[in-house]
Every structure is written in structure tokens, then in C-alpha cells.
């Protein structure tokens, strides 16, 4: 698997986490390492450059080394705003990257194909939007964004709106639905997320399943 060079990922980390207690839930423990430490590890090898959308100290995340962006729009706008700030960000510092792909750090298992596969159903056009799905669902929060978009999306979080698929509808939006992963003969939606506590241990239980080889 190679890199897509014309990719900028960004984590989004800007969440309250009230359904995990508050507090910065990919900093909780996971596996070797954290929720968030597994999902930079995924996301890695799959785009040019990583970048951490998050609000508040941006020294709490020094152990991974990587670029800390706050959403520029005020209130937790939730991830349109995560999505703005990479956009913005991406155009300062990457400016020879047209696109940025999203994931979410609470998702350890999206796949390793995940930006590739977007970038293809997108046809790599740079007026398109693509949305990852699965099992009938789609999952807004990981896609694949073209940054000539972020005068339009800032212009639109300026007028309230805030949710993912508001916005979208509005622009060419397709998309790429992933089958789930094996472990144990069960099928595991591959967008997972820990949202509390009890789903943090059934992620360990698949982790370890996946490690097992089952």
C-alpha cells in the first residue's frame, strides 16, 4: 500500500466525549498504546502528511509529534468545524495537497485501504465529496474532502449550518461502502466506534481477537 501524497489526514479529536465521561477519549488506553496513538498508526501509512484537529492545549498530545489544528469556528460546531480547519490548514502549510481525508479517533479499525478507496470512487475529481459507508450506513465523519471547498464551507458555518449531510447535499457527494472485517468468523463493521465505556472494552475484545489471527 502507498501513500496518497495528495492527501492530508486529520484526525478529528475535537469531541466533548460526554458518553465516555468527559476529557480526551483517544488519549484513553488501548492496546500498547491509545485510541488515538492506533488510529494515527492506521491512518499513517495511507496520506502525505497526518495533522491532529483538536481544541484546548495542544501539549497534551506532544507524544505523537504531529501538527495540533483548533476548529476555527467557536461553540464545538462539531466535525463541519474539524473539517474547516484541516482545509484551511492543508492550503497554508501543504499547498500542493488538493484533498484531506477525515477519520475519527475513536474508530480504531477503519480500513487500510480506506483513503485509497475513496480517492478512486471519487475519481479524484476536486469538486467531489466522498463518504465512507457500511452495512447501510453512512459515516460522516470519514471522508474524503477536496480543499477548494473551504470558502464554500466556512461560508456556510458562518450561516449555522452544522450538520455533516446539510452541507454535503449540497455539493457532487458519493459513497464507497466497505464490507467488514474478519475476525473469528464474525463480521466487524469496520467504523466501529467506542463511544462509552463498555463499547472501549468490546474494541479490546476485538482487538485481541485480530491479534489471535482468528
Known amino acids: 500500500m502507498s501513500a496518497e501524497a495528495d492527501v492530508v489526514g486529520v484526525l478529528l479529536a475535537g469531541g466533548q466525549s ?13 492496546g500498547r498504546t491509545t485510541l488515538m496513538g492506533y488510529v494515527i498508526e492506521r491512518l499513517r501509512p495511507q496520506v502525505g502528511t497526518v495533522i491532529i484537529n483538536a481544541n484546548g492545549d495542544p501539549r497534551r498530545f506532544d507524544r505523537y509529534g ?13 466535525p463541519l468545524a474539524g473539517v474547516l480547519a484541516g482545509m484551511v490548514w492543508t492550503r497554508a502549510m501543504r499547498p500542493a495537497a488538493r484533498f484531506i481525508a477525515t477519520a475519527a479517533c475513536d ?36 471522508g474524503l474532502w477536496p480543499v477548494a471547498l473551504a470558502e464554500d464551507l466556512q461560508g456556510s458555518l458562518e450561516a449555522g449550518v452544522r450538520k455533516v449531510l446539510d452541507w454535503t447535499s449540497r455539493h457532487r457527494t458519493v459513497e464507497h461502502d466497505f464490507k467488514p472485517t474478519t475476525a473469528a468468523n464474525d463480521g466487524i463493521d469496520p467504523f466501529f466506534n467506542a463511544n462509552t465505556p463498555d463499547e472501549l472494552r468490546e474494541a479490546e475484545t476485538m482487538l485481541d481477537r485480530m491479534a489471535a489471527g482468528a
Do not use: Y
Not at 504531529?66 to 462539531?78: I, K, N, Q, T, Y
Not at 485509497?116 to 476536486?126: H, I, K, N, P, V
Open 107 to 142: 474508530t480504531p479499525f477503519f480500513p487500510h485501504n480506506f483513503v485509497s478507496a475513496l480517492m478512486e470512487a471519487g475519481g479524484r475529481r476536486t469538486d467531489t465529496i466522498v463518504l465512507a459507508a457500511s452495512s447501510g450506513q453512512v459515516h460522516p465523519v470519514f
Open 18 to 30: 460526554r458518553r465516555m465521561g468527559g476529557g480526551d477519549k483517544g488519549l484513553l488506553p488501548f
Open 66 to 78: 504531529l501538527p495540533v489544528v483548533a476548529d476555527r469556528v467557536a461553540d464545538f460546531s462539531g
